[in-house]
């Protein structure tokens, strides 16, 4: 989830301030600061069980700057645990830990930052349970007037510590390009020359991250379950249902503050500009300065446990498999065409056009590209993961 995102919306002060009474009476009010501001640091991180590398970005949003955020380079960051763990800059304004490490049960956790010559801390966090991912099914469905896949989870715990959760979800899908070629055409000392085709441009596969925040709270349930969640809906015409689509979900059991700040922060994603030069407040975390309490920070710093799960599901277990399939290209925008060989030429060194046959009198027939070079669309390497 990508904080920034949601932090560049915005709309009058009341409208901020009746969505912080929104939050339901079992979950603890964060406030929202109403104060005009010039600039504030932005924190987006938090720590899991899993092992690996853990990630800290950084950044200032300022209230004049109406380009996004500006990365935050230099600064010294450590989480404190049972031990220690220091955290590098791996590219401007992100820091990733040195060794990898799993939060454990029972300890508490501390983000410590120095950045230009400013302290910051945060509250100690533990780990708030542990829970699975039970099911994950995919339906045909009909959704707020589309039809469409849905994909949906299902999942019951026994623990009574794990009762608020946040889902990620990263999609990966084959696809093909309009036509299959077997040649190419390349410039050969200026002329346009018939050669075999020089890479994979048929298949290819296109990978995207999570951008909403999705939550799920069963603290008012009698069973810690969570029943029939959407986690994403595809549109028939998506691309991404034309052959192959994989979904791998991950589910983070966060604490009762990190649920709130979460919650309000969903609410705000559905605003217009947070921050410009008229914002009115800021979203307030667990995060502050040291030695000045009043300078805006945002961001939440949170220790959860993690669950993954993956579905897989073809075109054909919804659709007709003789049916038209979505594509990125609509097949009008294909059709072949023969140029004059000067526009030939200066089609190809632009690398606008592709071949698509030859004439009986040798004049070359091409199409757009993007009809035949998936590569235009995603990567023609299959990911390590991937099942057929």
């Not at 994979?200 to 709270?217: D, F, G, P, R």
């Not at 029939?228 to 809906?233: P, Q, S, T, V, Y």
């Not at 922060?265 to 307030?284: H, I, K, R, Y």
Request: hydrophobic content about 35%; some cysteine; aromatic content about 12%.
């Amino acid at each position: 989830m990508k904080l920034i995102k949601f932090i560049l919306k915005y709309k009058k002060t009341f409208f901020l301030l009746a969505i912080a009474m929104l939050i339901v009476s079992c979950v603890e009010e964060i406030p929202l600061e109403s104060e005009g501001f010039e600039e504030a640091i932005v924190i987006e991180g938090s720590i899991s069980n899993e092992l690996k590398q853990h990630e800290i970005k950084l950044s200032r949003v300022y209230a004049i700057d109406s380009t996004g955020p500006s990365a935050l380079s230099g600064a010294d960051i450590r989480v404190i645990g049972n031990r220690e763990f220091i955290f590098q800059e791996s590219e401007p304004g992100v820091y990733v830990s040195r060794d990898s490490f799993a939060a454990q049960p029972g300890v508490n956790y501390q983000l410590q930052i120095s950045a230009n010559g400013e302290e910051y801390e945060s509250t100690p966090m533990q780990l708030s349970g542990s829970s699975s991912i039970g099911v994950l099914q995919a339906n045909r469905i009909e959704y707020s007037g589309e039809n469409g896949v849905a994909i949906t989870l299902n999942n019951q715990s026994t623990n009574e510590s794990a009762n608020y959760y946040r889902y990620e979800y990263v999609e990966t899908f084959k696809f093909n390009s309009n036509y299959f070629k077997v040649n190419d055409l390349i410039l050969v000392d200026g002329q346009p020359v018939e050669v075999p085709k020089q890479k994979e441009e048929y298949t290819c596969y296109q990978t995207n991250k999570s951008q909403e925040i999705i939550l799920s709270n069963t603290n008012s349930l009698s069973e810690d379950s969570v029943n029939d969640l959407l986690i994403k809906f595809i549109p028939s015409d998506s691309p991404s249902l034309s052959n192959r689509y994989s979904l791998l979900v991950k589910q983070y059991v966060i604490s009762r503050e990190a649920y709130t700040y979460y919650e309000i922060l969903e609410e705000l994603s559905g605003l217009d500009n947070v921050f410009t030069q008229s914002q009115p407040g800021f979203l307030a975390g667990n995060i502050s300065n040291i030695n000045n309490p009043e300078e805006k920070v945002i961001g939440y710093f949170d220790i959860s446990s993690v669950s993954t799960k993956r579905i897989y599901f073809d075109y054909e277990d919804f659709y007709d498999p003789e049916s038209i399939r979505p594509r990125f290209v609509p097949y009008a925008s294909c059709e072949a065409s023969l140029p004059s060989t000067a526009t030939l030429i200066a089609q190809l060194e632009q690398d606008i056009v592709r071949w698509s046959t030859t004439t009986p009198s040798g004049a070359f027939m091409v199409v757009p590209t993007r009809c035949v070079d998936c590569t235009r669309f995603g990567s023609n390497v299959k990911p390590e993961f991937w099942e057929d």
